[in-house]
């Protein structure tokens, strides 16, 4: 493990003393009126407030800083730790050129009976990972992205740049019986991308660390037509979102019991979309949870299947993860902090993949700090994930004096593995601060990641 990383890492988790926690004080005055004091102490037991300045490492973006603020309206408390709304917002930045601007809403009191979530997402990245597609058909050559290395062609040759404007709701209600629900939305996804920006990137940089100005894999797949013109400029694909979850989990954040699984149909038909591409994916996910220890120690896992059933999705799309429920801004799999922990992000691509997370997770300090109740745990995972329909790839127009086995392979395609473990921080069982580090035993993959953000992954 790079010593930069565990820095990261550990720096993530020294600013968590800077956490905010709005709340009321019983004791601030002798001359407030006793209903202004009983007002405000019902305040502080309705609404909780995580804010974290952003500051950590995330192997996929770089070192990211900025803020996000997560507020909890628990009503009257009668259902704690379930909430009636939440809102959450974020504006961050990374090294790697990439901004997130979010915001989230999640209400199970907007409409009766209905749970509605809703998002405004903006995604900007200058250095986004492209590897190619169907795994390790796609050859990944790390020293061609070493600058220490002989072989040494560009740091971003395995990069390309793209920006998403994602603003969705969806709203989930009762399927005749308690744990069974249906679900349905409609989200506007426009997507630009591009080669990376080498003049951009190389602005203000000494010329020893200044980019070559030589193509990358995306500019190569561009000229050789495995990436058409009609989708190598990004598009909107707007799409509505059916399908049915069946949920009996004790609690959403770290379930210590229950079933989540889901099947769920996104329909992006030409009509409401740029015309270019018609398609339908779907998405079956399984999670399941077993405790082993009561309150304390648990096990969870994951299994999935996400992939084009009919039509043709563009190529910027495959990537996209599809969830009944997600506040995170990661659209992008399989690999990195969401989905494979470990190994490059994007590394495993197809029209259709599966996918399996296990973990353990350990509850091993319960405390109160700032008048809250908060838990800290550690977790141990496995993750694994394979193309299982692969996307169409035309070899025929590669360019002479380029040899096709520096960029496709033959090599049967089997599971792409992380390992690992990791830190939470939880405040009240819902705002969860959370760090990963992850290893990739087959170096086709990469070799490690580290995470800090928010939430369990599943």
């Known amino acids: 493990m790079q010593q930069k990383y565990l820095r990261s890492f550990f720096l993530g988790f020294a600013i ?13 005055t002798g001359d407030e009126p006793a209903d202004t004091i009983a007002k ?6 309705r609404w909780t407030f995580g804010g974290l300045p952003v500051l950590g490492y995330n192997s996929d973006i770089g070192l990211q800083f900025g803020v996000l603020g997560n507020l909890f309206d628990y009503g009257d408390r009668s259902k ?38 809703a998002n405004i997402t903006y995604l900007t990245e200058q250095s986004l990972d492209f590897y190619g597609f169907n795994g390790y058909k796609a050859v990944y050559n790390h020293s061609w992205e070493d600058d220490e290395d002989t072989a040494y062609i560009s740091r971003v040759f395995y990069r390309q740049e793209r920006k998403i404007l994602r603003i969705g709701a969806d709203f989930q209600g009762k399927f005749f019986t308690e744990h ?45 037509d495995i990436l058409s013109p009609t989708e190598v400029d990004g598009g909107t694909n707007n799409y509505v979102k059916v399908g049915l979850i069946y949920d009996t989990r004790d609690n959403e954040p770290n379930p210590m019991k229950g ?19 018609s398609f339908i994916r779907l998405a079956l996910i399984h999670r399941q949870y077993f405790t082993l220890v009561k309150d304390n120690l648990s096990f969870a896992y994951r299994i999935g299947y996400m992939g084009t059933i009919a039509g043709k999705s563009p190529y910027y799309f495959l990537p996209y993860m599809i969830n009944s429920y997600s506040i995170t ?52 995972f496995i993750d694994a994930g394979m193309v299982v329909q692969d996307h169409p790839v035309n070899e025929q ?32 069982q819902n705002f ?5 580090v992850g290893l990739a035993p087959d170096k086709r993959d990469g070799d490690s990641g580290v995470y800090i953000g928010l939430g369990y992954l599943f």
């Open 180 to 224: 069974l629900n249906w679900i349905a939305g409609f989200t506007y996804f426009q997507v630009e991308t591009g080669p990376v920006d080498i003049q951009k990137l190389n602005k203000g940089k000494k010329e020893e660390k200044q980019l070559p100005d030589t193509p990358g894999l995306f500019n190569l797949y561009t000229d050789w």
């Open 329 to 380: 801004t990661t659209v992008d799999g399989l690999g990195g902090s969401q989905t494979i922990r470990g190994i490059k992000r994007n590394r495993v691509v197809g029209d259709g993949v599966a996918f399996v997370n296990t973990e353990l997770r350990w509850k091993f300090w319960h405390f109160r700090f700032l008048n809250r109740n908060w838990y800290a745990a550690l977790n141990a």
């Open 80 to 117: 704690y730790p379930k909430y009636d709304q939440q809102y959450y917002a974020e504006v961050s930045f990374t090294t790697k050129g990439g901004g997130i601007y979010q915001f989230f809403y999640d209400s199970y009191k907007l409409i009766k009976n209905i749970r509605t979530t």
């Open 16 to 28: 968590l003393p800077l956490l905010l926690a709005a709340q009321a004080n019983p004791n601030s």
């Open 40 to 45: 405000k102490k019902k305040a502080e037991k």
């Open 432 to 436: 969860v601060i959370a760090g990963d």
């Open 259 to 277: 079933i989540w699984s889901e099947v769920i149909f996104l329909l992006a038909p030409g009509f409401i979309s740029d015309g270019e591409y």
């Open 397 to 428: 127009n590669i360019a002479p004096g380029y040899n096709p086995s520096d960029y496709f392979s033959n090599a049967p395609e089997y599971p792409h593995v992380g390992v690992g473990g990791g830190l939470r921080l939880v405040m009240d």
